[in-house]
């Protein structure tokens, strides 16, 4: 609504927050947490998201709303969700990579969060190609366990990537194996020179897009979102609360979740202890 776009803060509105009462232990149920390795992108993210992982009560908003998401979020959803390979038995594989298209104000003063985007695109390709190879060493080996014949050694693989920069996704095209697919958007919206158009508190980015300009914008960043947690394996090479819905709808579907630490991948485990 207008209220929550453009009115001012009340009691209700957390901007990147939570209540008071959010990490009470009855609302909580999971286990102590503990890095999954080295540092990582991982120990980024605060305690109480890394609570609302495995969060049964965030992780069944966050499902209620994917359950619930509007006609126009959907007609950019959809048609990326027909280009998954796991629909037809392959393995659906996504990222997300803050990078920040030189963005300004809050973003600029944040140096641990600044990256470099070509490492960074490197070794998440890295780190994807070798989730595949040792799934198809693992359906290679049932195969021959079982003794039944597969029509392919390799599975296909689709990538769906979500970023701020718009040449990552061009990079991906470019640098996966040929049998692999990159999701295409369902339209290609225009993007801010500088940042995103809906960053932080009371920025003007957006101020000269129209309303309905503004309502697909925002539509489709909700549609990258929710795309995030539809994969057989996420990958986060940094942080950022974009990936949080993603993130707790993966773990809720008991799928796999890489943070990137020094140089390598490290798979959240499906119990923390």
Request: glycine share 6%.
């Amino acid at each position: 609504t207008d209220q929550i776009k453009q009115g001012p803060r009340h009691e209700d509105d957390y901007s990147n927050n939570y209540p008071k009462d959010w990490n009470n232990p009855s609302l909580v149920k999971t286990e102590p947490l503990t890095k999954p390795g080295n540092v990582s992108s991982y120990d980024k993210y605060g305690l109480v998201m890394k609570q609302m992982f495995d969060m049964p009560l965030a992780q069944s908003i966050v499902k209620s709303l994917s359950d619930n998401l509007s006609s126009l979020v959907l007609s950019f959803l959809e048609p990326m969700r027909d280009q998954y390979a796991s629909k037809h038995g392959g393995l659906h594989l996504c990222v997300h990579v803050r990078e920040g298209n030189n963005e300004t104000g809050d973003w600029m003063v944040k140096s641990w969060r600044h990256i470099n985007l070509h490492y960074t695109l490197n070794q998440t390709l890295k780190g994807m190609k070798d989730y595949v190879g040792a799934e198809s060493a693992t359906a290679e080996h049932n195969i021959k366990k079982t003794k039944k014949r597969s029509n392919s050694k390799n599975p296909s693989v689709s990538l769906f990537v979500a970023s701020d920069n718009e040449h990552a996704r061009t990079w991906f095209e470019q640098h996966v194996p040929h049998n692999w697919h990159v999701v295409k958007p369902a339209r290609f919206l225009p993007r801010p020179e500088r940042g995103v158009w809906f960053g932080q508190h009371g920025s003007g980015t957006n101020k000269n897009l129209t309303q309905d300009q503004r309502n697909e914008a925002m539509a489709e960043a909700v549609a990258d979102v929710f795309a995030l947690g539809e994969c057989d394996s996420l990958y986060i090479p940094n942080y950022s609360s974009f990936s949080m819905i993603g993130i707790m709808l993966t773990r809720a579907e008991r799928k796999k979740v890489y943070f990137l630490g020094d140089e390598e991948w490290m798979e959240l485990p499906e119990k923390i202890e």
